[in-house]
C-alpha cells in the first residue's frame, strides 16, 4: 500500500511519533519541525516549531495531557544552543 503522505529525508527524518485527540503528532530531526497530521484527513498536515528549537527527536502525550517534545542538537548534526538539549511542553488546543 501506497504511503498517504511521505517527505524528503532533509525536510523530515521522522524520529518519534505520539497520537492525541484525533492528530499525529511527528517529530522530525533534520526538518526541525513538529508536525501534526489528523487523523480523519492524513493526506494533510501542518508544521509547527519550524526551525525554533532545532531539531526535533521525540514527542510524546506528558501525564497532565500536555504535549512534550525533545530537542536533540548536541550529538553533533544540530547546532547547539545554550540550554540544549530539553524537553518543552505545550498545551494542546482543544478541536
Given at each position: 500500500m501506497d504511503p498517504v503522505q511521505q517527505w524528503r529525508p532533509g525536510a523530515a527524518s521522522p524520529s518519534g511519533m505520539a497520537h492525541a485527540g484525533g492528530t499525529l503528532f511527528v517529530a522530525n530531526l533534520r526538518g526541525q519541525v513538529l508536525r501534526s497530521v489528523p487523523v480523519s484527513d492524513?493526506?494533510?498536515?501542518?508544521?509547527?516549531?519550524?526551525?525554533?528549537?532545532?531539531?526535533?527527536?521525540?514527542?510524546?502525550?506528558?501525564?497532565?495531557?500536555?504535549?512534550?517534545?525533545?530537542?536533540?542538537?548536541?550529538?553533533?548534526?544540530?547546532?547547539?544552543?545554550?540550554?540544549?538539549?530539553?524537553?518543552?511542553?505545550?498545551?494542546?488546543?482543544e478541536g
Open positions: 492524513p493526506g494533510t498536515s501542518a508544521e509547527h516549531f519550524s526551525r525554533e528549537f532545532g531539531r526535533i527527536r521525540d514527542v510524546t502525550v506528558a501525564p497532565d495531557g500536555r504535549l512534550w517534545f525533545l530537542t536533540n542538537n548536541t550529538d553533533g548534526r544540530g547546532r547547539p544552543q545554550p540550554g540544549d538539549d530539553r524537553i518543552l511542553a505545550v498545551d494542546l488546543a
